[in-house]
């Protein structure tokens, strides 16, 4: 297993995610005796990370990893878990909360604790007053509850670096979405940079977006078999951020012992890519795009009559046209109503001054059905909220 420095722990460079163990469909319950079988196995070969969240399975992969794990010291892994900011019904006992985790996970204390999922959506509850969010959490972090405090990022660039501005000091690390294919199109690498000039420590979730680098496409993963016949797709995705100095922990939401298998190998050293491999995991990333090629440079935007954040929406879009998901919802909920893609008159005005010819009213009109008629965070929350008001009545 390689493993990285952070101020003094030895963490091993996999990280073990808890939110993609196997669940009965018709009952919900997690698979204990093939999570146990996963841990054993990871544990067996130097994995000591492991990454759950108060909302993940509908609240079972805390109880789950905590029984996976209680046969083992408490002091011979590093426990992650995350406060649900994301998913609140309003302003609640957040230390009660962070009880009802701590139970689950039969721990007094967490060595790493995020506030979950910061977007341009999430953050306005993270830092209100009323929610009292992060004082909370930095009591609980000075009372020795929280080891290391950090956040889950799904925002854009802008959001990142003003949020760190405002918040100096107070975070160690940032967990983001990043992987060969969002290094440009989810911006991880402008996100990568803002963390390390911050001097904080990146962790990495989705290293294969939610397994689609896992598995390519039959074309795609001829390239890389010409290179490798015996490597996985997989390997090459872990592979590509291991070369990344700054990224302490790769986070690997596994449900098959083989999964398990293939990262152990993946993980046993450092194999830095050629370049001859990562050309090609480039060019493999370029196929998968489906979206338009916005480089952020803001030339449109001076002459929008709506005053609309072009470059925001076109991240937005991008991330639709890769796989329909929440969070372009949510970062489109963010938006006043005056600022949304619907917005757009349809003037041309940025398509004339876009450097990359990009037709952006027909990508924002697009966007806009897009949003309408796609899965939306904020019906989606509503099933969260009824479940924490439940935990906290129990607890
Ligand atoms: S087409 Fe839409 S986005 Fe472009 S300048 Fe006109 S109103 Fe703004
Ligand atoms: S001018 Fe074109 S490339 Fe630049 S931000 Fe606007 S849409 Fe993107």
Redesign the pocket.
């Known amino acids: 297993m390689i493993y990285s420095d952070f101020h003094g722990l030895k963490l091993s460079r996999l990280g073990f995610g808890c939110m993609r163990f196997t669940t009965d469909p018709s009952t919900g319950e997690v698979d204990q005796d093939k999570v146990n079988a996963m841990f054993d196995l990871a544990i067996k070969n130097g994995v000591n990370y492991f990454d759950t969240a108060y909302p993940y399975l509908g609240g079972k992969s805390e109880g789950a990893m905590a029984e996976a794990l209680s046969k083992y010291p408490r002091d011979s892994y590093y426990l992650a878990d995350k406060f649900p900011g994301h998913s609140l019904p309003g302003p609640v006992d957040n230390l009660a909360l962070f009880n009802v985790s701590l139970k689950r996970c039969r721990t007094d204390y967490f060595d790493f604790y995020l506030l979950h999922n910061i977007t341009e959506w999430s953050v306005k509850i993270y830092e209100s007053e009323e929610y009292h969010i992060i004082p909370d959490v930095i009591k609980l972090k000075e009372e020795g509850k929280i080891r290391h405090l950090g956040f889950s990022f799904h925002g854009g660039p802008q959001l990142l670096e003003e949020f760190l501005n405002r918040h100096e000091g107070i975070f160690e690390f940032v967990q983001i979405q990043c992987n060969y294919l969002d290094w440009t199109l989810q911006d991880a690498r402008k996100k990568y940079d803002i963390i390390t000039s911050h001097g904080l420590g990146v962790w990495v979730m989705e290293p294969c977006r939610g397994g689609k680098l896992a598995v390519l496409s039959e074309e795609n993963s001829g390239k890389l078999k010409t290179l490798d016949p015996n490597a996985s797709d997989a390997s090459y995705a872990f592979r590509y951020l291991q070369d990344l100095d700054n990224i302490k922990v790769i986070l690997s939401g596994m449900n098959e012992v083989t999964q398990v298998e293939d990262n152990l190998d993946t993980f046993k050293e450092h194999r830095p890519l050629s370049d001859q491999e990562r050309d090609t995991l480039y060019e493999i990333a370029e196929s998968l795009k489906k979206g338009v090629p916005c480089t952020g440079c803001r030339y449109?935007c001076e002459?929008?009559?709506?005053e609309?954040n072009?470059p925001y929406l076109l991240e937005c879009y991008n991330d639709y046209k890769y796989a329909s998901a929440l969070t372009p919802s949510m970062r489109l909920d963010a938006l006043e109503e005056d600022k949304k893609p619907s917005?757009?008159?349809?003037?041309?005005?940025?398509?004339h001054a876009c450097p990359q010819h990009i037709d952006?009213?027909a990508a924002?009109a697009e966007l806009a059905e897009l949003y309408r008629s796609g899965p939306k965070w904020s019906e989606m929350v509503k099933g969260r909220h009824e479940a924490i008001i439940k935990d906290l009545k129990d607890r």
Request: hydrophobic share 35%; aromatic share 0%.
């Open positions: 449109c002459g929008c009559p709506m609309l072009i917005a757009c008159i349809g003037c041309g005005q940025c398509s952006v009213p924002l």
